[in-house]
């Protein structure tokens, strides 16, 4: 069994950068698909981006695409989220999350289909 540790939120003005990073223990990341949300107060809990083990293929929710990014470091069996150009409306909690499983990729969103998640990290965007 996988377990996911998160890392690297903090406070920073809008339009700075941070770069979140997903570490895994237990087992290789390099079987487990992995993707990252995000939960505001008062909010749903959201999806933000995912990397496929298999193909490595990426996905971004649209509010993000262009600038975040995400990566895998299998050596650190780690996976990152850089985050650029950061504003307000960009801070929440940050999830990284795992599932084994051979997703659909189209199902990728879905918080449902993750087994396993790390406690988070907060992630404050000052205007």
């Known amino acids: 069994e996988v377990q996911l540790v998160e890392s690297g939120g903090g406070l920073v003005q809008t339009g700075g950068s941070l770069r979140l990073a997903c570490a895994a223990s237990g087992a290789t990341l390099a079987g487990y698909d992995i993707a990252w949300f995000r939960q505001a107060p008062g909010k749903e809990r959201e999806e933000v981006s995912f990397i496929s083990s298999r193909n490595r293929r990426t996905f971004y929710e649209n509010s993000v695409k262009g600038r975040f990014t995400i990566s895998s470091d299998r050596a650190k069996n780690t996976v990152y989220l850089q985050m650029n150009n950061l504003k307000p409306e960009d801070t929440a909690v940050y999830y990284c999350?795992?599932?084994?499983?051979?997703?659909?990729?189209?199902?990728?969103?879905?918080?449902?289909?993750?087994?396993?998640w790390g406690q988070g990290t907060q992630v404050t965007v000052s205007s």
């Open positions: 999350a795992a599932t084994a499983s051979r997703l659909i990729l189209s199902s990728w969103p879905l918080p449902s289909v993750y087994d396993y």
